[in-house]
């Protein structure tokens, strides 16, 4: 079959289910990542056609696509600034507004004159660390996860991408102190609350982690408290805490920083306006 025609059938197919540039995405990386073929290379040459065992492999995508397993899991990858990384269900799949979070650590610390020690906490694919050790070569990374199956993953994204990172499986609710002291100290937890799940998308519910999503209602800020509490001790003087939080729970998230200790307490934004990120400084 022509891969024109099997266009059309696929759109079809997920007309009902997703908005159609999401479709025209989905059939686009699936051709890329089976066929090695762009966009471009389509529109160059419409006599390119399917094997039977493409079409065996198409059929199998649209079913998962059809139960809302996210693309990112069928192709088993996803890209992170400019970076791939391997991803399974083990893990979240990295978000642009971590993107925005970590080019506000870069930006920073762009001049810092010093080999910074950096922790993340909560790594899942490893996107933050690894995003970090890319950009500040010299820094000592650390990274702590629960989830000793997203340890396996982050290690492989880890040497896929060539940076050296210390992980640590940890809960970190149960820990009292941490074993060293660091210039930054960055995580992204889980913060949504249970009764914000109906405002979640399927794919997220049903396929996703919710180890890394969801927290007690009546504790949203469990995470943070912990962390925060551990910085305190942990952050060398001057060091930054950072924190991608809930959009809903902003000022309560500063109030609770500002109670523990630190200061300077800085509530960014992301680029659709919502309160997403918070620095703070010891």
Same mark, same amino acid.
């Given at each position: 079959?022509?891969?024109?025609? +099997? ?18 995405? &989905? ?65 979240? %799949? ?23 020690? %950096? ?8 996107? %933050? ?13 650390? =990274?702590?996860?629960?989830? =000793? ?15 050296? /990172?210390? !992980? ?7 820990? @009292? ?7 930054? /100290? ?13 405002? %979640? ?15 007690? @209602?009546?504790?949203?800020?469990? &995470?943070? #408290? ?13 060091? =930054?805490?950072? !924190?991608?939080?809930?959009? +809903? ?5 500063? @109030?609770? /920083? ?17 309160? #997403? ?6």
């Amino acid at each position: 079959m022509l891969i024109s025609d +099997y266009k059309f059938l696929f759109c079809q197919k997920l007309e009902d289910k997703y908005s159609k540039e999401e479709v025209l995405n &989905f059939f686009f990386l699936l051709i890329e990542h089976r066929l090695n073929l762009r966009r471009v290379d389509l529109a160059l040459d419409r006599s390119l056609k399917l094997t039977s065992s493409d079409l065996e492999y198409f059929s199998q995508c649209l079913q998962e696509l059809e139960s809302h397993r996210p693309i990112q899991y069928i192709i088993g990858s996803t890209e992170f600034m400019d970076l791939d990384y391997k991803v399974t269900e083990a893990v979240l %799949i990295p978000r642009p507004e971590t993107e925005e979070l970590i080019n506000w650590i870069k930006q920073d610390f762009q001049d810092a004159n010093k080999t910074l020690k %950096i922790l993340d906490i909560g790594t899942g694919s490893g996107c %933050i660390p690894i995003s970090l050790a890319k950009n500040f070569v010299n820094a000592e990374v650390h =990274s702590i996860d629960v989830s =000793s199956e997203a340890l396996e993953i982050a290690r492989y994204n880890a040497k896929a991408n060539n940076v050296t /990172i210390k !992980f640590i499986n940890k809960n970190i609710l149960s820990v @009292d102190k941490l074993d060293d002291t660091y210039d930054i /100290i960055v995580s992204n937890p889980p913060y949504v609350r249970e009764l914000e799940k109906v405002e %979640i998308s399927q794919n997220v519910l049903k396929h996703e982690p919710s180890l890394a999503l969801f927290v007690d @209602d009546n504790d949203p800020l469990v &995470f943070y #408290r912990k962390i925060t509490q551990l910085a305190k001790d942990s952050l060398n003087e001057g060091g =930054s805490l950072y !924190f991608e939080i809930n959009e +809903y729970l902003g000022k309560e998230t500063s @109030d609770l /920083i500002i109670v523990i200790g630190l200061k300077n307490i800085v509530l960014r934004k992301d680029i659709f306006e919502r309160d #997403r990120m918070i620095k703070a400084n010891k």
